[in-house]
């Protein structure tokens, strides 16, 4: 299918194994640089990373809730399109793009408040990546805090993926 080939089951397992090892949720997430190598490619991509359910990527862009003062800010850098899709520099590009969000050094781009960053990155021809960076915090170190509030959050993920794949069939 042509979402296969546009990245969307390896995209969507990436997530969904990063989720369940983080423990982080996507509603814990403020600032998301991703793989928008074609403008229909970063629908799909929202889609997958579960930033908004199946389907409703355009009605989340309606609202603006993917841009400064929506639910999560994407590609506060222009992404790879503003930057001539450079292939290798890529997934270097968005980690310093992240790094200066979270240590608040992204000047005019910076998004207020952020704890978690996401990036999502592909290869066509098979690979995905994706991976969350949190702020750290140099009075307390790392805390519990700063991952998910709900214990059951594993649970809910793999009960939410088991009836997804149910309906499915």
């Known amino acids: 299918s042509l979402m296969k080939a546009a990245g969307y089951d390896m995209s969507k397992n990436a997530a969904k194994e990063l989720y369940l090892t983080t423990g982080i949720t996507p509603d814990q997430i403020q600032v998301v640089e991703l793989h928008d190598c074609f403008s229909a490619n970063e629908l799909v991509t929202y889609e997958a990373l579960g930033l908004c359910p199946e389907g409703k990527a355009g009605d ?18 222009g992404g790879l399109i503003s930057k001539g899709h450079p292939l290798g520099a890529t997934g270097l590009a968005q980690c310093a793009e992240l790094c200066w969000q979270l240590r608040g050094m992204a000047g005019p781009r910076q998004v207020k408040d952020v704890k978690h960053a996401l990036q999502h990155n592909i290869g066509l021809g098979g690979a995905a990546v994706v991976g969350i960076y ?3 915090n140099a009075k307390k170190g790392w805390t519990r805090e700063d991952q998910s509030a709900d214990p059951d959050v594993l ?3 793999e009960q939410a993926e088991a009836t997804r794949l149910e309906q499915e069939q």
């Open 155 to 157: 649970e809910k993920i």
């Open 60 to 77: 989340y862009i309606d609202r603006n809730e993917f841009t400064y003062g929506g639910k999560y800010v994407v590609n506060p850098s």
């Open 134 to 136: 949190r702020k750290y």
